[in-house]
């Protein structure tokens, strides 16, 4: 049985970080690409980001770039998104997911993932 498990959500300041996880288990995943998503309320599920599975290659949503850092640790089937200066529209049910398919690209679309986590929230105060 796949697991996807999301943690680190919470409180924050604008300006501040938090830094998120996701463990996954039931399948190998170190041959899987990795992402995050987010929804915010009333809005779509978005892309945030995305890590190879090897980890040497990452892609970012425009809106987070050069704030939120992507990273895994295959060892442990863990990936983690890193978010520094945060912002109020930042607040959202952060998601992580796996990539259907292995040795894959860097994918942007929920169609393109299989297994989900039940998301963790991220509410970031002004």
């Known amino acids: 049985q796949v697991q996807v498990v999301e943690s680190g959500g919470g409180l924050v300041q604008a300006g501040g970080s938090l830094r998120l996880s996701c463990a996954a288990s039931?399948?190998?995943?170190?041959?899987?690409?990795m992402g995050w998503f987010r929804q915010a309320p009333g809005k779509e599920r978005e892309f945030v980001a995305a890590?190879?599975?090897?980890?040497?290659?990452?892609k970012y949503a425009d809106s987070v770039k050069g704030r939120f850092t992507i990273s895994r640790d295959n060892a442990k089937n863990t990936v983690y998104l890193q978010m520094d200066s945060l912002k109020p529209e930042d607040t959202a049910v952060y998601y992580c997911?796996?990539?259907?398919?292995?040795?894959?690209?860097?994918?942007?679309?929920?169609?393109?993932?299989?297994?989900w986590g039940q998301g963790t929230l991220v509410t970031v105060s002004s």
């Open positions: 890590i190879s599975w090897s980890g040497a290659g990452t």
């Open positions: 039931g399948r190998t995943f170190s041959n899987r690409a």
């Open positions: 997911a796996t990539d259907k398919n292995v040795y894959s690209g860097l994918h942007m679309y929920t169609f393109e993932y299989d297994y």
